[in-house]
C-alpha cells in the first residue's frame, strides 16, 4: 500500500515544479503579468530579472563573486545564490528562502517581491498570484505531509545495526545549489562526496547505500525521496553546503528536526547519528560548528534517523579549498562513513 501510495506521488508534478503566472506593479501603476513562475513545493519563484524593471529598479550578476546586485533608493542591495541573507550595506536581512538558479535564471520567491523589496523602495506593491491553489499550499508543511510517512522506523522486532543507508546530494541539473566565487557549485560537491560515501560502504561493510541521484540532473520532490522508499533503509543523509555573503563564515553544520521524540539522553536517534558524525568529522580536522534544530529544512516528521549536513562554505576560501579538490571530498567521505559507521556500532549495541 505505501509502495503504491508512493507511485501517486510522482504523479504530482505541481506539487514540485510547475508554471504559473502573477500581476505585479508598484503603487499606482497598471499592473504586469510575468508568465514564467516556477512553483516549488508550493512556493512561487520569479526571475529577478524580470520583476525589477517592473518595479523601477535594476540589477546586474557579479559572474566572478557571484553576486546579484540591486540599486535601490537605500543603496545597493546584495545576494547570492543558495544564501539565507540579504545584504545591504553592513546589514544582514535574513530571507525566507534562498535565491536559486531554475531554469537557467536566478530566481527569488514571493516573500522577496512583496516583503523585502517594498521595504527597499519604501513604496507599496501589488503583486498577485494568478494560480490560487498552488498559492494556498504552505512551503514548510507540504514536503512532510507528503513524505513523513516514509521516514518511520520500519526495522522488525530483532534485527540491529543499520541495514541500509539513503544519501541526498542536494539540488542537481539547472539547479546547480550555492555557488562559490571561482564558480564551485553545490550540486558538485555534495554528488561527489555521496558516491565516496556509498563506495566505502560497499566495500567495507557490504551494505547498500541508495543515492537520489548518481549523475547531475533533476529531481522532483518526489523523485528526490524515492531512495527512502527501500524498507531496508535505517538511516537518512541529506548534503548539502552553502554560502555566505560574508566570506568569514565557515565550518560544516549538523541539523535534526526538532519534532522527533527526546529521550533521556537529550536526543533521540537522529541525534544519535548526528554526534558520531560531528565527532568523526572533528577527529578528521573538519570544523564543525554545531547541531541544530531546524523546523524549516526538509528532514520530514517521521522518527527515522535523519541528518542534514552542510559540508561547509562555498564563499570561504579554507571550506572552499576542502570541498572544491577530489582530495578534501575524499576525506569528508571518510569522515562521514565513519560517523556512520560508529552509529552503527552504536544500534548494534543498544537495540
Avoid at 557490504?206 to 535505517?234: C, H, I, M, W
Amino acid at each position: 500500500m505505501v509502495r503504491l501510495f508512493f507511485v501517486l506521488l510522482l504523479l504530482l508534478p505541481a506539487l514540485s515544479v510547475a508554471e504559473g503566472a502573477v500581476q505585479l506593479a508598484l503603487e499606482g501603476k497598471p499592473p504586469v503579468t510575468l508568465d514564467e513562475v516556477y512553483h516549488r513545493d508550493g512556493v512561487a519563484y520569479l526571475a529577478v530579472d524580470e520583476v525589477l524593471p517592473v518595479l523601477g529598479l535594476s540589477g546586474s550578476w557579479n559572474s566572478v563573486k557571484h553576486i546579484y546586485s540591486i540599486k535601490t533608493p537605500r543603496g545597493r542591495a546584495q545576494m547570492s545564490p543558495g544564501s539565507q541573507f540579504l545584504r545591504l550595506g553592513g546589514q544582514f536581512q535574513p530571507l525566507t528562502n534562498p535565491p536559486s538558479f531554475i531554469d537557467g535564471r536566478l530566481r527569488v520567491d514571493e516573500n522577496f517581491v512583496v516583503i523585502h523589496l517594498p521595504a527597499l523602495l519604501n513604496l507599496s506593491v501589488y503583486y498577485r498570484n494568478l494560480d490560487p491553489t498552488v498559492e494556498q499550499l504552505p512551503a514548510p508543511s507540504s514536503l512532510d505531509r507528503l513524505f513523513s510517512f516514509l521516514l518511520r522506523k520500519q526495522k522488525p522486532a530483532g534485527v540491529k545495526g543499520l541495514r541500509a543507508v539513503a544519501i541526498d546530494p542536494a539540488h542537481g541539473g539547472a539547479d546547480p545549489g550555492s555557488m562559490g566565487p571561482n564558480g564551485l557549485k553545490e550540486k558538485d560537491v555534495v554528488l561527489a562526496v555521496a558516491q565516496g560515501l556509498q563506495k566505502r560502504f560497499k566495500m567495507h561493510l557490504g551494505l547498500p547505500v541508495y543515492l537520489s541521484r548518481d549523475a547531475d540532473y533533476s529531481l522532483t520532490a518526489a523523485q528526490r525521496f524515492a531512495a527512502v522508499n527501500k524498507p531496508e533503509v535505517d538511516a537518512l543523509i541529506l548534503l548539502h553546503a552553502q554560502a555566505a555573503l560574508s566570506e568569514t563564515a565557515r565550518g560544516a553544520v549538523l541539523f535534526i528536526r526538532p519534532q522527533e521524540q527526546r529521550a533521556a539522553d537529550g536526543g533521540g536517534d537522529s541525534m544519535a547519528l548526528a554526534s558520531q558524525l560531528r565527532q568523526a568529522l572533528s577527529q578528521a580536522g573538519i570544523l564543525v560548528t554545531a547541531i541544530e534544530r531546524a523546523p524549516l529544512l526538509p528532514l520530514g516528521q517521521g522518527d527515522l534517523p535523519t541528518v542534514l549536513v552542510e559540508l561547509g562554505y562555498l564563499s570561504n576560501s579554507t571550506d572552499r579549498e576542502l570541498l572544491g579538490q577530489s582530495a578534501g571530498q575524499e576525506r569528508l567521505a571518510e569522515a562521514l562513513y565513519r560517523g556512520l559507521k560508529a552509529f552503527a556500532q552504536q544500534q548494534q549495541e543498544i537495540e
